[in-house]
């Protein structure tokens, strides 16, 4: 299934858990009832009937301690994968760490990361468990996290850690993982009862009285009660999650295109002592969300969240499935080889545009790259970008070889200097005020002094980056941008706050408003600690675009406008956007220019944030159709369109010409 069929498949098993989750607590009620009722007519000979006072006590107290429980739990992980990960006593990975096998999982999962159109997600270490996981957490694609044991560094090489890598990644662009952590704070709550029952059997046996056996027969039924919800969790985790991880297999292979990678490590898992076992007390609780099964015992087998191993294995590659063993050593599957896919052409940024541009795939007439042309111009038929829009849309949220290839061949391209300097806040600071802003005197004079003004380091680091930030290809800003944004998040409130008004003073030093600015410093905003820019954000209210008409206007003739071409041309591009949007979008008008200013955009994309699903789509759809109307995308037109996507939560991989879905 496509990246919205995943979505739509994950909204509706919300749903199915929902429901069962309502009849697992209605069954718990009735339980709780019938104990009470029991443990209340032990020896005095009373007549057991429905009682409907006693009725309600227990239903409103059985509701209120699993619904706190539920609630308590959820509040705790309402930061995301990394409340999850420090739940099991995760370690933070530093970016710029110098540990082999960490530095290997960063550049994974960095790579992956811009391939895919995400930001790069919170990296997390299991210090101590020798077991082969890993798992990724949180609600949505900007508070998500990643994190592996320490036996998966240890014991996988890097072919199989990117097996597992894309793994988890197919459930962060999949819905999975915020199903996963929804389920995590319902099923706290009926594990609860057990809590309670256990409290109040100890609390008899230390009283040691003769006229116990109530409580003591209360404490035991409410322990079995709880046990019996905790089961029908395991049912419901196991019904959520074991389809879901096949899917997740063969994405990680549609991603790397080696079956081998995530095979091998399933391999070694299953000959492994340890196994994938967790030793985590949370292990049972967290145990869906894992890469495999992290709880042992035969019980715990017979209700296992996920597949077997040796079938998982079997449906990757038959041929290591029959082996007793396999040596990873000798299974690598073929090196992925660099390269620099379809770069985009040079062009001064800015609303201005310029001639710079590369051909889309799908783009149809004599500009497609199917066609391998260069054309521009107007010639192409009307709908060309629609349909260019919607090949595109195909490739949302389902990255493949393609991409990583490209993005691998970028990196080469990336000076190490750079790359190494993007993992330390003082050096991701100065790269971002080398790339923003204009490169003129009064810009450079102003970057240099906020450069001062956020410390030494932020200022030698200008000077040596400066020159080298330069002479960066232009499709390698955005990603740089990327890589940079995990070190920000080390800096406090006060040094967040500072940065914050250096880079405005930058992007506005000279008056001119450039669309790479926008694209970065909207991103930028929602990593930066302080004011609740990570806070998650709720998809909420219409599903019709007329709802969000102003705001979809004003982006859809930023972009019409961003493309750099004369009148004649924007208007054609505006067309296009509305074409794609059919009736909903023929009361829609191109806004002037002073109308689309860098506020006003943020502001729109803000709200267009929280829609549903189903008008974020459309809004996507409608903005890559204005960009291809020609059949070309431009640089800064990219870098719109990509940031747009990311905000969206719409992941949207690089524009690879030679992606086979095109």
């Given amino acids: 299934m496509d990246f919205f069929e995943a979505q739509d498949h994950a909204r509706r098993q919300t749903f199915v858990l929902v429901g069962l989750f309502v009849a697992a607590v209605i069954s718990i009620v009735i339980g709780v009832y019938l104990v009470l009722l029991l443990a209340g007519g032990m020896g005095m000979g009373v007549n057991f009937g429905f009682d409907p006072i006693l009725f309600g006590v227990v239903a409103i107290g059985t509701l209120g301690l699993i619904a706190g429980g539920s609630a308590t739990r959820t509040a705790q992980l309402r930061k995301g994968g990394s409340a999850v990960a420090e739940l099991l006593g995760a370690r933070p990975v530093d970016p710029a760490t110098r540990n082999e096998g960490e530095r290997r999982l960063v550049n994974v999962v960095e790579e992956m990361s811009l391939a895919s159109g995400t930001p790069v997600p919170a990296i997390y270490v299991l210090e101590n468990e020798p077991g082969i996981n890993a798992f990724a957490a949180g609600y949505s694609i900007h508070d998500a996290a990643v994190a592996v044991t320490r036996g998966t560094l240890d014991q996988l090489n890097r072919e199989e850690l990117q097996g597992v890598v894309a793994h988890e990644f197919s459930h962060i662009l999949n819905g999975d993982m915020r199903l996963n952590i929804r389920l995590v704070g319902l099923l706290f709550g ?161 609303f201005a545009g310029s001639p710079g541009a590369r051909p889309v795939p799908g783009g149809g007439g004599e500009g497609s790259a199917a066609s391998g042309g260069t054309h521009s111009g107007p010639g192409l038929q009307a709908g060309a970008g629609v349909a260019a829009a919607a090949n595109l849309m195909a490739s949302v949220g389902t990255p493949c070889k393609e991409h990583m290839e490209w993005v691998e061949g970028l990196m080469e391209e990336i000076p190490s200097q750079i790359r190494d300097a993007a993992h330390e806040p003082a050096g991701a600071q100065a790269i971002l005020l080398s790339l923003l802003g204009g490169r003129n005197d009064e810009s450079d004079e102003i970057r240099r002094t906020v450069a001062a003004e956020l410390g030494s380091e932020v200022e030698r680091s200008l000077e040596v980056l400066g020159p080298l930030l330069l002479d960066l290809p232009p499709e390698a800003r955005l990603p740089v941008v990327d890589l940079s944004l995990p070190a920000l998040h080390g800096l406090t409130v006060e040094q967040a706050d500072g940065f914050r008004r250096s880079v405005d003073r930058v992007i506005r030093a000279d008056g001119e408003l450039r669309v790479f600015d926008f694209a970065v410093t909207h991103i930028l905003w929602r990593h930066l600690p302080g004011r609740g820019d990570r806070v998650r954000r709720r998809h909420s209210g219409s599903s019709s675009l007329g709802s969000f008409r102003n705001e979809l206007q004003m982006l859809l003739s930023a972009f019409a406008r961003g493309s750099g071409a004369d009148e004649d041309g924007t208007q054609a591009a505006f067309r296009e956007g509305l074409r794609s949007l059919g009736k909903e979008g023929s009361t829609l008008t191109l806004l002037p220019t002073h109308a689309t200013g860098l506020t006003e955009l943020d502001h729109a994309l803000d709200r267009l944030e929280r829609a549903k699903l189903e008008v974020r789509k459309k809004v996507l759809e409608a903005c890559a159709a204005a960009v291809l109307h020609d059949g070309r995308a431009r640089t800064q037109e990219i870098e719109l369109l990509r940031a747009v996507a990311e905000s969206l939560e719409l992941p949207l991989p690089p524009l690879v010409a030679s992606d086979p879905r095109a």
């Fill in 190 to 350: 009926i594990l609860l009862l057990a809590v309670v029952g256990r409290g109040l059997l100890r609390g008899q046996m230390v009283r040691r009285r003769r006229s116990n056996s109530k409580g003591l027969f209360l404490g035991l039924a409410l322990i079995v009660l709880g046990y019996v919800g905790v089961f029908f969790g395991k049912l419901i985790k196991a019904a959520v999650s074991r389809q879901r991880e096949f899917l997740a297999d063969a994405a990680a292979v549609e991603f790397t295109r080696n079956p081998r990678g995530i095979g091998g490590a399933l391999r070694k898992i299953a000959d492994s002592q340890a196994g994938s076992r967790i030793q985590d007390h949370h292990a049972e609780e967290l145990s869906h969300l894992f890469f495999a099964d992290g709880v042992g015992g035969a019980l715990a087998r017979s209700m296992a969240t996920h597949p077997p191993i040796e079938e998982r294995i079997r449906r990757l590659d038959p041929d290591l499935a029959a082996a007793n063993r396999t040596d990873s050593s000798r299974t690598p599957g073929p090196p992925a080889s660099p390269s620099n896919g379809t770069a985009v052409q040079a062009g001064a940024s800015g």
